[in-house]
Structures are given as C-alpha cells and as structure tokens.
C-alpha cells in the first residue's frame, strides 16, 4: 500500500488549558500533558492484509490526467505480502506514457500491471530493463493509447502478479519493501504532425523479425514476410524486450527455413515457440521448418499462406501456451474449453450465444486436440485444427484470444467471419473439414519436453506437422506443458 504506513515521532510540547469552571461552582486548572513519544510505525488509515484498502480499481488513488505539463512522482511501499497499490489516471488519444516502478530496496521486487476501465490487463512487465539502467528489479512500461478515457495500474510484489483488479481476490504471498513511481507523457517523435490521411489504426508496435534461413525461395520468404506482417496487423502493442542467445529481441524472433526432412509426404515441417518470457510466457524465439520437397507443391496449390500464418499463431501462443496461462479447461475430456474472457465475448457476439467459454478441438491427437477452436463449430476459421481451401479469416475471436495471452490487439483488423451454416457429413466432432476434400489433419508425435531456467523459461520441443497423403496437409500445435511454478531464485 503506498501510503499504508506513515511516520510518527519527535517533540509534543505541553499544553495547559485555562482555568475553568467546572459544574457546581468548582474551580480547576486542567493541564493536558502530553508525553514525547518514541518512533514507531502506525496505521495511517485502513489497510491491514485483511483491509487492503487500495487494491481494486473501485478503490484506486487518483494521480490525474497525464499531459506534457503533469507528471507523476511519488514514494511509495509495499507493507505486506499480499499489498496492492492501484492507481487511476487519464489520458488523451493517442498519447505515450512511460511508467517506471524503481525498486527501493534490495529485496523488493514490484511487478507493474495495466488495466482498462472493466480490468481487463493491457500490458504488464516485471524487471524492465528500465532504458539506460542496469538490469535489476524494477519494473518498465511503454504504452501508447489509442483511445482517451481512463486507466489503472496496479503494483504488487512478485509473484503477486494474477489477482483480480476488480474484485481485489486472488492474491498470492509477494515481495515487498519501498518503490517509487513516476508516470510521464513521452513528446511525439519529429514534434508532432502526421499529415496526409488521418483516421487510420496507429502503427503497429508490435514486431515479429524473421530470420531467413536456407533452402526458401524468394517467392516462398514472401509468404512468411506477408504472414508476419498480417499477424502485426492483430497484435499492435509493444511487449518487453528480450535477449536470445545474445541477441536483443523486440518482440519475437522466428527462425524460418526449408530444410531436407524425409523426402515428399510425410513430415511436412516443424514449428513452435522455445524460449518464453518468465511470468508471462509470452514467445520470445520460435523456429518454422519446412521440408523442401514439399515446400512447392503447398505453394502452388495456394495453401502455403495459410499454412505459415496458422503455425505462426502457434509460434505466437495460440494453444502452445493456453495451459501455462491458466486458460484452458477439460482438457482431454470431451468438452476442453478455451476461457479467456475477451475471446468469449467475440464468440459470444458471433455465434449470438450465452456460452462462458470457448469450445476447443476435442477429436484426434495429442497436437490437434486441445489446441485448436473446434472444427465442428468454427468450420474454415484460420485456428481450427482442420483446415479448408482458403480463404481460412482469421477471426475476431482468435485476434482477442492473443489478447487473453497478454498481447494488446487490434480486433478491427480481423478478417470478416460469422457463424457457418450448419453442415451436415464431413463435419461434426469428428473433424473433418469442409467436405470439399481431405482436411489438413494436425498429427504430432508425442516428444519429450525440458525446460532451462536462465533469464527466461527454454522449452526445446519438436513440434511436427506431417502429410497422411498428398492431398492430406498437417498442422501442429503444442501439447500443454505442466511444470511447477518457478522460484524467484531461477531467473537469476
């Protein structure tokens, strides 16, 4: 709580009250004595760990709106285990604010979250780097709105870092310890203007670098530019820089290439995310490998763009990291369902339903099942695990669903898509497609998974998508993965 203790201590003087009368005609000099009192902490007002009072949105301390002439500088604390210090402030369209959390003490350790008006999380960090610093504990977030209104920020102590902002519940046991804050407008670049059309979406601040590898033709890189820059166009929010075996990485690193694998059919390639951010498990490095014969005949049926957009969402999160987020459930039983709320509410409006959850691909193995949205019910969308001829949109539901994983999106650049017609033969919970041919059927071997802890969390794994036949195409995607919840003490 920022301002749960305050500071008592020093000099009282005396004081002595004037002679007085007292009822029945008696006459006293009363004297007040006050005695010096020792230094001690005390309760400045209501906030004891079962009265956080400043922990929900409702309850947040309100710092203003935040302009080029009004700043925010302000000491703070943590005084308990489960402390949450919410903050309220405004800003206008378009602005950029900068949110430095510096840790105080050398056992503190804050972790910063932002939230829009209803809570749901927008961005979060919890060791910076804040710019120009050495790396330590103190959080960092640049975020540009785009749309005026009102926002929070939450500060907690690590591992405190999934409790409900609107509720105040959800708390686990934290750092805590002294922090300052400072919330800050950043100039426009180039001092202002922007001429020219106006009323477009803001650039995107989200940036998927490739790396080119061997064996792809020019016209096949193309494709993986074109789907890179599409998925740029869903997730348009900056997430904290990373470092990849030495490499700076702003905001993921995809490692493409054609590769010799076994020959026509069979494996087509492999993708997947390998490196993760601690806490967020968002990907920073992932690896797309197709084998080269098979690379032309997927780019000359047409298939081959929304082969490598579909396993870049993998690589991106999409049901390779549902399970560590805590938003999949019944897996494995006949009903998994995907419960991210901003993807439900799409599915919601779409399908003009009153479901709570997300129906997830619940037929064939271990990487179609789980993973995917169900075929029976999505039919062509781009993220089931069956796949028609194109086009296959990639629909408001999967945008929000990467806003469930912690990206930031923009929902009107999704692709058109409403509720199919029901269909009858060659759909339903067996899969199946669209009838208009065999699907592309996910099959994945099962692999072993290992995991390093260093800076962040490494998850080699060997994500295959193979070819029943010729006309059968294959698309994985990552079984969940189960570890224990990492200790502070791994990510140093």
Known sequence: MGNWWRWLGGKVARTTFPRTTIRGGLSQSARLHVEELENRCVPARLGTPLNDADDTIAEAINVGTITDKHSVRRSASLGFATDVDMYRFSVAAGATVEFIVQARAPATDPYLRLFDRRGNELAFNDDGPIPNQPPGFSPYLKYQFSTAGTYYIGISGYPNMNYDPIQGTGDVEGSTGPYSLIIKLVPPEGGGGGGGGGGGPPPSQFNITLRR????????????????????????????????????????????????????????????????????????????????????????????????????????????????????????????????????????????????????????????????????????????????????????????????????????????????????????????????????????????????VTGAVHMPRLITFTADELSRLADIAAEPIRWPTPRRNERR
């Open 213 to 452: 590898g061997s064996g792809l033709t020019d016209s096949q890189w193309q494709v993986f530019q074109q789907a890179a820059q599409r998925w740029e166009q869903i997730i348009v929010g900056d997430v904290p820089d990373a470092v990849y075996q030495g490499q700076p990485v702003d905001d993921i690193l995809i490692d493409a290439s054609g590769v010799p694998i076994d020959g026509t059919g069979g494996i087509l390639g492999q993708a997947g995310p390998d490196f993760l951010r601690l806490g967020s498990f968002l990907p920073i490095h992932g690896t797309m490998e197709f084998d080269t014969a098979d690379l032309a005949s997927m780019e000359q049926s047409g298939l081959l763009r929304d082969v490598i957009l579909h396993e870049m969402g993998h690589v991106l999160g999409f049901g390779t990291i549902w399970d560590l987020k805590g938003l999949l459930s019944g897996a494995g039983g006949p009903n998994p369902r995907f419960t991210g709320s901003q993807a439900t509410q799409q599915y919601r409006a779409i399908f003009n339903t009153n479901e709570t959850s997300v129906p997830v691909e619940n037929t064939g193995g271990g990487g179609t099942r789980d993973s995917h949205w169900r075929e029976s019910v999505f039919k062509n969308e781009l993220m089931t695990g069956y796949a028609d001829p194109p086009p296959n949109p990639l629909s408001r539901i999967t945008a929000a669903s990467m806003a469930d994983l912690g990206y930031v999106v923009n929902l009107n650049a999704a692709d058109p898509y409403s509720k199919p017609p029901f269909r009858s033969g060659g759909g339903g919970n067996s899969g199946g497609g669209s009838g208009n041919g065999a699907p592309w059927r996910i099959v994945r071997p099962d692999h072993p998974i290992s995991k390093q």
